[in-house]
């Protein structure tokens, strides 16, 4: 069995275990203080172009998406999202456990959350004569790329910041997935962009090479103060943080993070043009490392009698939408593989 | 300037004032546990048939909606409601701030959730692989009147209980509004019923009657241990609770709750009738004391000179639905002088 | 049965009745935004001899407190307060189900919270290397008078502010019973003085002479912003604020809320006279409208046959102190029986 | 400049960074429902001599503890721990997060919680009258060792096992560093012993060769329910969740666990004998891999040139206790060089 079904399917890319190796048992002080760390903040601040950024190191997505929401919102604010935003579905309510409502907007198949969605949003709640009795808007959620695997072109996010900026709304971009984002042909933003248009982001390890870690970045000077005691009451400080260190070390020394995100969405882009040649059909057009081709029932089940993949909707009552995910660690023959098998499905069917 | 904006905007129902102030030197304990609140309990057990029940009285509905959700759900679990409902627009995500997610559902424009949708949102959940990721849902939230002022049928509230036994979830019922709803030509339910098909409800006294009050009624034995706590914690406990118990007792002698309740409908139905009679269309048929007659904006502008009424939404570029409020304190003249003026009005166009 | 137990035995002073009475059928729109809570803002105003203050109307003290405290920390900041005090001890927790931690430092037996037990609370949180894996301290909170009936001077609210502005933490000063305070003959401040000296404070209604209510006054602007979507979210927006605002109206003409506080104090220290004249000792010096006199059991047992007192704690084996409140309602010639009947049980002995 | 602050000051055991690189590439599902996390689980449930309890990965401390506590209280009920716990004073404030008081009760200088303690207090409660007004105790918090270097003996857990199920209490133990307290010469505990006392504890991955990781085991079965999603919720389920599972595995296979605990255990008692030897008095007597010895201000300042220590505290004017901690990682070579630096410093005053 062969996976495709996800990007966090492996452990870490070599260099980051010759690294932990390496310096195992040299003695550092813990909670992300150490040379290490330090280290991979320059790095960091490097790779963005930018000294007057903050980062830190968090172990997991939901945890930096909840640390970093609680640590901004007042109790009666809320974080605007896609309708199919992470932090709307897929974290177990993780955000309204610390106590904020999640404002699930209509957004297209792309999953992407538009400037004039959230400029229509803050001016209905201002002009409701009852907006006292209703959560007050204040951060904008993004991710990129989106759960649906579309990227933000420079002038979406340009627009979004814009927006944000006049309604005095945050912006966070969720980067899980953002160094496949980023080696996207679609692509035309840059780190320092990021810095430039958001108040907060972060730069995912733990689908782009990492064992485990998001490097969160903040911007805004309002967002920086005592970070670090948001990060340890959520539980994020981790005890030996030279190991998000470390890796983030690895990731951006000679360009790492950028070239095996660029190695995981060639893949992709493979196989998508592969089905697409011969006449297979998405759900939205592929753009970075998760494409979602769509195939009747009965070929899915072929297709996962040797592969995992994610199902992931129901197209009509004989078709249906599957995920498929490369990643720094995709075997360029298993892609073929991958390829050649369902084509042959195909034309038996 | 005459109101029809609410069913709030006067104080008590007389007889509340007059036994206020013939106790009010009368010394007693504090925090619910004197007589008239005993009393005040033991009439809603009578006007329920039901001795098996708990009846707590808080102030308002926010604070009963709250303190009834938290008392229920694990942290990990939410509350589904219509997309509608109160809790999930209107209080400014009081029950987010206790941790919990409020999941709204589609429903129709009369604002009812009806047991096919919280069923296959059941389904939905545990039939999804990652179901984990999400909140799970474990409690259905529904008002009696809705938002829109619409009732529930014995049969749909019947079939709602049912879907909520067999899929292990607790039915709350808000029922701030439910005297009027009681009194609606549309209702075939009783208290009784109420204790039947719900695992909590409460009987709302700030809207029919009351200076302020709700009593909830706990019927679910595993939801009634330690309910004092949650009302204590969540800043309901009133120091002196006989102020509610003095006010349940006068509500519940002699009918004074459904007598009350039914005047409020009845001008409500009168106001009704003869603008259908008129040709004034219905955002949703009349059934209770709140009423959404259609009518273009500039006969609104012209109500608004001596009515205060609220705009309740827009029906295309020229008209708008508005929500006339009767309540146990809106005087017939008051209601005929409405009439009049509005018939006045429309004619005039 | 005569209740000393506490000072919210009875309903509300009779003037405050009479104006509920007389404005029954008025119609005012809801939430606090009507003319009879302007009218009251503006008074209470005019009492604190301030413009620039904002004042808000709530029903209670626990609602109160933690309203206040969740709009100002962040979540990771916690509230510092004596370990006595109301917040850390009677509110079953409402302040930490707000997420924050209550931090209880010593005191001595009058409750009072000294700026010096502040300023070294503070220094050790910031020289402590770990503060980081500590909660931040922000918030300091006071009770006036204290939960053991003790006032706070001048150049002690002065103290405590001098080193919370120093510190940049926030002073709030908890007054459910200041009516008491500002009347006890220990007392040199006046409202004027707490808005000087706090960031914001509350007025407390309930326990005087009012059904309910705390008005709270926020003084720091860095507090004011958006301080009503706070209030709704933690359920104290009363639907009908007008009764609020009426209440407060009443008691601040013609310094009602002042006479009906002294009234109260003047009988706490005949009944505190009459004691110490015959040997009686206190738990702690009598200061306000609670007292606290040491009885053998058996003594107490006897009290307890006519009157309604609280237990406050075990003094040894054989003796215990009670609490004795007066409030704005009670009667002299209670008072005067409580002391008959007291020394006639001493004696006996 | 060499460590001895913590036991968290180098990676992991080598032979947990050789089964990380062998299975690298290997492909898993993710969150912990892998085969290697299967394994490892049945190897804990082995090393415990119980089939019937659950398991499970989560990354660190303050996790465990918070994701433990909030899935088990109710919003009103309170965590009971000592004044020194680690969730009293030193995560921040992350239990208060999840919105329960931490009760801190007073206890002996080796921090351990005695089972007289827990049921007076719990007695205090309920006998209060205003018990509905105070946090209700349900939880008992203890760790093993304690902050402060103690273990439990069998007969003292046995005794607050008893009297928490007397009491309806959950008894949860933090074994952050439970490897070192079952290997301290004072132990009498086995895993299976901690089974049949606990409702729920954990095994201290990350202080006990692993690079983190804690093994949460839960006994009740009341309290096995849906713990993945408060997992999930809390931000603790790990995505390449692979990574715990190699790593308990690891630690599991050959009594690896207990192997490298008394490892640190035996080295921390070379360094106290050697101290008690040349007379240096301890805070508490030495008893697992923390010890506390007392010196001078001016011989601390003389060690702190050559190693890293922890101050613990002030003992008077003159002297302080330092914390030195060993660890699985510490070398034997180091441990000898520490007692001879500071038997040279002392004997040079």
Sequence with gaps: MIYFNSDYTEGAH???????????????????????????????KKACGRNDIDVHFLVGGTQANTTVIASILKPYQAAVSTKIGHINVHETGAIEATGHKVIGLECKSDGKLSAKAVEDFYNAHWNDVTHEHQPQPKLVYISNSTENGAVYKKSELKALSEV??????????????????????????????????????YIGGTKVGALFGEAVVIINPALKEDFRYNIKQRGGMLA????????????????????????????????????TENGVKFLSTPISNQIFPIFTNEVIKRIEEKYLISFWEKVDEERSAIRICTSWATKEENADKLIKDILEIIKEK
Tied chains: 1, 2, 3, 4.
């Design 164 to 201: 944000c900026k006049k309604c005095g709304l945050y912006l966070f971009l969720d980067g899980a997935r953002l160094g496949y984002a980023l080696a996207s042909p679609e692509n035309d933003l840059t780190l320092n962009d990021l810095c430039e248009y958001c108040d907060v982001f």
């Design 240 to 275: 030996k943080g030279r190991l998000l260190g470390l890796q983030f070390e690895t990731l951006f020394t000679d360009d790492l993070y950028f070239k095996i995100s660029h190695h995981a969405v060639k893949l992709a882009f493979k196989i998508a043009d592969a089905l």
């Design 14 to 44: 070599p260099l980051i275990l010759e690294r932990l190796l390496e310096t195992n048992l040299c003695q550092t002080v813990g909670y992300g203080e150490d040379e290490y760390c330090e280290n991979a903040r320059n790095l960091i």
